[in-house]
């Protein structure tokens, strides 16, 4: 059924489509009887929970951020079966992003090219969201929320823990974890703050905010698959001293490998983050060697080219501990984390 409803939504500008999507969802899900049916359909049936930084996902497989920036949605994704999902990237004033198209399908390959840059209603205005939905329809909710923050386009990189800290700060009492985005390629001049240096300037300053209250929250780093192993190694020592909670293996990637669209279309897209299926097998690759280098002390959320219940179990066999899905989402629809969890609740 949803291949139909695919084909159909194909034709139309992904970004448009995205929202027609959920907004629809939101409005089915205003209606009683239609939501409980949808949680029969799309809830996993079984108990998958996992326990991990004193938090109990109610199952492994979580909604990575970029797919609901300003957190518009989280009912209805909770609604889909979700165990988590990370809202974002936030940055502390709001920003359109970078210009229309931005967000392009390469169907053959089961992928996204994506260059959004970091559109979003800024820290003030998600913060204030998230706290009535907290007093409202998410009173009761048993999904965790990850709050993913980056810094705003026209912030220098040296000012740039100031950004992180403002949006840190903003959602504290919001989230139930932090994830420091300092991987995105669509951001310029983002991806230097990865350097050893950077993070450990934002680091340093967000976890002194942490320390300083009496529930700390869980501060993770999002890298990109893209990191040398030298650089890699970096990282490693980097979370081990700066005591990090965990990381995100990965967000998207600059590389145009494994694409089996002809050069000309993904030239004609031009620049942006690739994600899907031509990810899956690099960030995997990143996700055990990080897992082997830290001796398996790094606890470590795999995310990247995720389709099926066997994907996540690969990326589970090499070292992480949860899984995200996003592009996954798109081309396999609302039922693929009940899938996912049926599958790995197979192969226990």
Same mark, same amino acid.
Request: hydrophobic share 35%; proline share 4%.
């Given at each position: 059924?949803?291949?139909?409803?695919?084909?159909?939504?194909?034709?139309?500008?992904?970004?448009?489509?995205?929202? @027609?999507?959920?907004?629809?969802?939101?409005?089915?899900?205003?209606?009683?009887?239609?939501?409980?049916?949808?949680?029969?359909? &799309?809830?996993?049936?079984?108990?998958?929970?996992?326990?991990? @930084?004193?938090?109990?996902?109610?199952?492994?497989?979580?909604?990575?951020?970029? &797919?609901?920036?300003?957190?518009?949605?989280?009912?209805?994704?909770?609604?889909?079966? &979700?165990?988590?999902?990370?809202?974002?990237?936030?940055?502390?004033?709001?920003?359109?992003?970078?210009?229309?198209?931005?967000?392009?399908?390469?169907?053959?390959?089961?992928?996204?090219?994506?260059?959004?840059?970091?559109?979003?209603?800024?820290?003030?205005?998600?913060?204030?969201?998230?706290?009535?939905?907290?007093?409202?329809?998410?009173?009761?909710?048993?999904?965790?929320?990850?709050?993913?923050?980056?810094?705003?386009?026209?912030?220098?990189?040296?000012?740039?823990?100031?950004?992180?800290?403002?949006?840190?700060?903003?959602?504290?009492?919001?989230?139930?974890? @932090?994830?420091?985005?300092?991987?995105?390629?669509?951001?310029?001049?983002?991806?230097?703050?990865?350097?050893?240096?950077?993070?450990?300037?934002?680091?340093?300053?967000?976890?002194?905010?942490?320390?300083?209250?009496?529930?700390?929250?869980?501060?993770?780093?999002?890298?990109?698959?893209?990191?040398?192993?030298?650089?890699?190694?970096?990282?490693?020592?980097?979370?081990?001293?700066?005591?990090?909670?965990?990381?995100?293996?990965?967000?998207?990637?600059?590389?145009?490998?494994?694409?089996?669209?002809?050069?000309?279309?993904?030239?004609?897209?031009?620049?942006?983050?690739?994600?899907?299926?031509?990810?899956?097998?690099?960030?995997?690759?990143?996700?055990?060697?990080?897992?082997?280098?830290?001796?398996?002390?790094?606890?470590?959320?795999?995310?990247?080219?995720?389709?099926?219940?066997?994907?996540?179990?690969?990326?589970?066999?090499?070292?992480?501990?949860?899984?995200?899905?996003?592009?996954? @989402?798109?081309?396999?629809?609302?039922?693929?984390?009940?899938?996912?969890?049926?599958?790995?609740?197979?192969?226990?």
């Amino acid at each position: 059924m949803y291949k139909i409803i695919r084909s159909i939504l194909f034709l139309f500008d992904p970004e448009d489509v995205h929202y @027609f999507s959920m907004n629809s969802l939101k409005w089915l899900c205003r209606i009683p009887l239609v939501k409980q049916l949808l949680q029969q359909l &799309f809830t996993p049936a079984t108990v998958n929970s996992t326990q991990l @930084f004193n938090l109990s996902f109610r199952n492994p497989v979580g909604l990575g951020a970029g &797919f609901d920036k300003n957190a518009l949605y989280l009912t209805e994704l909770e609604t889909l079966g &979700f165990g988590f999902v990370e809202i974002g990237t936030v940055t502390p004033l709001p920003q359109s992003g970078n210009e229309k198209p931005r967000l392009f399908r390469l169907p053959k390959d089961k992928a996204l090219i994506n260059r959004m840059g970091f559109n979003n209603d800024g820290a003030e205005v998600i913060a204030q969201r998230l706290s009535d939905w907290r007093k409202g329809t998410g009173k009761n909710t048993r999904m965790i929320i990850g709050g993913n923050i980056g810094k705003n386009k026209n912030t220098p990189n040296e000012d740039a823990w100031k950004d992180y800290e403002i949006s840190f700060n903003a959602l504290y009492n919001h989230v139930d974890y @932090f994830v420091v985005n300092v991987s995105s390629p669509n951001t310029p001049g983002l991806r230097a703050l990865q350097e050893k240096e950077s993070l450990q300037k934002i680091f340093s300053v967000l976890q002194s905010s942490n320390n300083s209250r009496k529930q700390v929250k869980p501060v993770l780093l999002k890298i990109a698959p893209d990191l040398t192993n030298e650089q890699l190694d970096d990282i490693v020592t980097l979370a081990e001293e700066m005591q990090l909670d965990g990381l995100i293996v990965s967000n998207t990637t600059i590389s145009r490998e494994n694409l089996t669209a002809s050069k000309t279309e993904s030239d004609k897209i031009g620049a942006g983050g690739l994600s899907g299926l031509p990810l899956q097998q690099k960030s995997t690759d990143v996700i055990e060697y990080i897992y082997k280098k830290s001796s398996g002390k790094i606890i470590i959320i795999g995310s990247g080219g995720i389709f099926s219940g066997k994907d996540a179990e690969r990326k589970l066999n090499a070292g992480a501990s949860l899984v995200q899905v996003w592009t996954g @989402f798109v081309y396999k629809g609302p039922a693929i984390v009940k899938k996912i969890c049926r599958y790995l609740e197979s192969v226990k």
